[in-house]
Each structure stands twice: as structure tokens, then as C-alpha cells.
């Protein structure tokens, strides 16, 4: 069998080709995010659902359907292959018995962005990049310092001053360089376009560097395969630059191609806090694009993102999936946060909480009936924000 059927890249806006075996960002023809292309007939002609079985309990379990090509660089610290929790005190609460909470904190450097750090790294070694650089809201800053270090390169992460204190010391900790900007991730990315010109460093941010999309896809293999290829109904995902969502989307996708799903496929749900919420605004309105949103704020710091370079792959994969976009208070993910913890010993990151906390909404709405299968994503461990802790205590009665 192939090592990968990766084949080329092509424009998520213009649909223009691009060769895979050379240095991409965005689209040369209109700067859109590119997207990898897969040989999807041959792959499904000797590639099967049992094919996974009984492999390594990450996420290179799926190495046909990524984009890397040379196993001898990947660079791998065993990101992935989460698992799917129940969380019966808080589902009751919620009113949907079938909940389900993958759980993302697991990961290495405590959070998904492991997974997408993990491929652009392992890519970035096949080109021969030597030093990479990233504006980070939190965790996407710690978990590139960690691969970059595992895979010998240079790291120059750039975050908001008033970042999580562990979100910034983490760079340091793998050996990274992590400057302070004022403002939110966009002033952030500002400074290191002027600090990195004609440096060479290679710019990895969300969605602008193609690889990091198809690590995050694995979540959507990943959760087919541990509900035997019987999809969920509705995904509730915390979305920033909306790299999982618009990745699991894409994997749907690709999995339909292969035939290897009968269902429908999931409703996928955008979660925003009401104080940076311009993918909930731009779905209200119908458009196909957001709004820079002024003045964001948040204690869901990875949810900071006052405007998503893919914002259109996110709006798209929501209206073409008959999902929903909603806003929810830091003070109900706060309080989820502390249910959760009590009800049912989990340490949800707020990200994760304020997804959780939509569930309700939605439940009361009617958007979720009481018996549909529900994942919703802890995309971080709780315990990189344990400042919160003590803020969603609930009191005894
Ligand atoms: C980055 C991040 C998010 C947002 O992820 P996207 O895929 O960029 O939308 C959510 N939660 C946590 C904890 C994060 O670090």
C-alpha cells in the first residue's frame, strides 16, 4: 500500500492547482487558503475502514490520508487518537443523554493545536525550512515551540501581551523565541511581518500554511472510526481561525468520496463568546464573509480571533451542513466549567466549557432533540488556565 495519496493542492476560493512538491502558503493567483488534494479513486480501490485497525494510537494511524510523504521526518510527540468522554451529571443536566466530550486536552503541549503543529512541522522539515514563525492567541505558540524543538528547527512566536501566563512561558520552556505585542493576534501578526522580513522565516499561520488544516482533519477520522463509521449528529466546536471545524468538514468529506459513510453527515455547530463573536454576527446576517471585530474580549483567550482568514470555509461548512453559529458569556463558560468539574471530573478548558454551555442553548431552542448524538470538543486541557479555577467554584448549598 502507498505510503499517501496526496497529490496536489488547489485554492479553496478560485480552485487554481498548485504543485505539492514545493514550498506553498495561499493561493499565488488570489491569496485564499489552499487545501490538499488527495488521489481519492485509488486510494479508495485498496484503502479500507479496517485498513486502521490495530495501529499506533495517534494520529499518523490515518498517514494515506495526510499530506506527508517522507515517514523518516514526521515529527510526532503521539498527538491524537483523544478520547470520546461521557459526561452523564452534566449531560442530564443539559438534556442530552447522548453527549459526548472529545477530549483534546489530552494532547501533547495540552491542547488540539498539536496535531496541526504536528503536520506543518513534519512538512516543513520535507522542504527544508530551518525556522518557522506564528502569531499566537495562546496554545498554538507552545505546541510549535515543542515540535519545532522536537524537529530541530527555529521558533519565533508572536502574542498578544496579555496572553495566559503558561501560553507564553511555554515557548520559552521549548527553547522558542516569544515576542509581546499590545493588542489582539492580528497586531501580533503586524510585528512579525516586520520582524521577519528577509529573514526566511516560514510564516505558519492558521490557514495560510496548508498543512496545519490536515492534522486537524484527523479529529473527523477519528471520530467516525470510534463510532464505528456512525457519524454524530451535531458537532459543537469552539471556533477561532476555525482550522478543526473547517478540517473535519473537510474529512467528511473525503470519507463520502471514499464510501465509507452511509449517514448523513453531522450539523456543525460554530461556539464564539459574545465578546469577539464575528463568525455568530456574519451567520446571522447570511454572508459569506466576517466583519473585523473591534475591541475583543475574552477569558477564552484561544477564541480571541477578531477575524478568521478562512472565515468563508467556516460560514461554508456551517450553511452547507444546516448548522448554527452562537454566542455565549464568559460567566456561563466560567460557570460550565466548575458543573463540569463537580458534575463529572472533567477540567474543561473555557473554550471547551463555553461549547458545552451552548449545548443548552440549543437543547432549549430545539436545534438538538433530546435523543441526537452530540460531540462537543474540549479542545484544551484546563489545567493551562488554572488562574479560572478558582472563579468557577460553585458554591455549596
Ligand atoms: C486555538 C484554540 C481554539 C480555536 O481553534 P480553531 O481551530 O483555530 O478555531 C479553541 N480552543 C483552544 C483551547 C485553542 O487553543
Known amino acids: 500500500m502507498k505510503h499517501t495519496y496526496f497529490t496536489h493542492l488547489t485554492c479553496s476560493l478560485c480552485a487554481k492547482h498548485h504543485a505539492a512538491d514545493r514550498v506553498q502558503t495561499v493561493c499565488s493567483a488570489c491569496g485564499a487558503?489552499?487545501?490538499a488534494g488527495y488521489d481519492l479513486d485509488s486510494a479508495k480501490k485498496s484503502l479500507r475502514r479496517s485498513s486502521f485497525d490495530g495501529r499506533e494510537g495517534t494520529m499518523w494511524r490515518y498517514r494515506e490520508l495526510l499530506p506527508a510523504r517522507d515517514p523518516s521526518l514526521i515529527v510526532t510527540l503521539g498527538e491524537g487518537w483523544t478520547p470520546l468522554l461521557r459526561a452523564p451529571v452534566t449531560a442530564a443536566a443539559l438534556g442530552?443523554?447522548?453527549?459526548?466530550?472529545?477530549?483534546?486536552?489530552?494532547?501533547?503541549?495540552?491542547?488540539?493545536?498539536?496535531?496541526?503543529?504536528?503536520?506543518?512541522?513534519?512538512?516543513?522539515?520535507?522542504?527544508g525550512i530551518r525556522e518557522a514563525c506564528m502569531p499566537s492567541a495562546g496554545n498554538a505558540g507552545g505546541a510549535l515551540a515543542a515540535y519545532a524543538a522536537a524537529g530541530g528547527i527555529g521558533a519565533h512566536v508572536f502574542v498578544p501581551a496579555d496572553t495566559p501566563r503558561v501560553n507564553i512561558d511555554e515557548v520559552g520552556?521549548?527553547?522558542?523565541?516569544?515576542?509581546?505585542?499590545?493588542?489582539?493576534?492580528?497586531?501580533?501578526?503586524?510585528?512579525?511581518?516586520?520582524a521577519g522580513r528577509?529573514?526566511?522565516?516560514?510564516?505558519?499561520?492558521?490557514?495560510?500554511?496548508?498543512?496545519?488544516?490536515?492534522?486537524?482533519?484527523?479529529?473527523?477520522?477519528?471520530?467516525?472510526?470510534?463510532?464505528?463509521?456512525?457519524?454524530?449528529?451535531?458537532?459543537?466546536?469552539?471556533?477561532?481561525?476555525?482550522?478543526g471545524l473547517i478540517g473535519m468538514w473537510k474529512a467528511f468529506g473525503e470519507m463520502e468520496r471514499l464510501g465509507w459513510l452511509s449517514g448523513k453527515k453531522p450539523r456543525m455547530v460554530s461556539v464564539q463568546m459574545e465578546g469577539c463573536a464575528p463568525i455568530v454576527r456574519a451567520f446571522g446576517e447570511k454572508a459569506g464573509k466576517s466583519e473585523f471585530w473591534k475591541d475583543a474580549r475574552t477569558v477564552a483567550s484561544g477564541l480571541r480571533v477578531p477575524k478568521a482568514f478562512a472565515d468563508h470555509l467556516i460560514l461554508r461548512a456551517l450553511y452547507d451542513s444546516g448548522g448554527r453559529a452562537i454566542a455565549v458569556s464568559d460567566a456561563s463558560a466560567l460557570a460550565m466549567m466548575g458543573e463540569a468539574a463537580v458534575g463529572d471530573g472533567l477540567c474543561l478548558c473555557p473554550e471547551g466549557a463555553a461549547a458545552l454551555a451552548a449545548v443548552g442553548e440549543l437543547r432549549r431552542t430545539g436545534f438538538i432533540a433530546g435523543d441526537e448524538k452530540?460531540?462537543?470538543?474540549?479542545?484544551?486541557?484546563?489545567?493551562?488556565?488554572?488562574?479560572?479555577?478558582?472563579?468557577?467554584?460553585?458554591?455549596?448549598?
Open 198 to 243: 528577509g529573514t526566511g522565516w516560514f510564516d505558519m499561520s492558521t490557514m495560510k500554511e496548508p498543512y496545519r488544516l490536515e492534522g486537524k482533519k484527523t479529529m473527523g477520522y477519528e471520530i467516525a472510526e470510534q463510532f464505528s463509521w456512525d457519524l454524530p449528529d451535531v458537532i459543537v466546536y469552539p471556533t477561532g481561525g476555525g482550522t
Open 173 to 194: 520552556f521549548y527553547g522558542g523565541e516569544v515576542t509581546l505585542v499590545d493588542g489582539v493576534i492580528s497586531d501580533a501578526a503586524r510585528v512579525m511581518n516586520e
Open 374 to 397: 452530540i460531540v462537543v470538543f474540549n479542545t484544551g486541557s484546563g489545567y493551562k488556565y488554572t488562574e479560572l479555577f478558582r472563579g468557577a467554584v460553585i458554591p455549596k448549598n
Open 96 to 127: 442530552t443523554p447522548e453527549l459526548y466530550v472529545k477530549e483534546e486536552g489530552y494532547n501533547p503541549t495540552g491542547s488540539f493545536k498539536a496535531r496541526g503543529i504536528s503536520m506543518a512541522v513534519s512538512l516543513a522539515r520535507e522542504f
Open 33 to 35: 487558503t489552499l487545501l
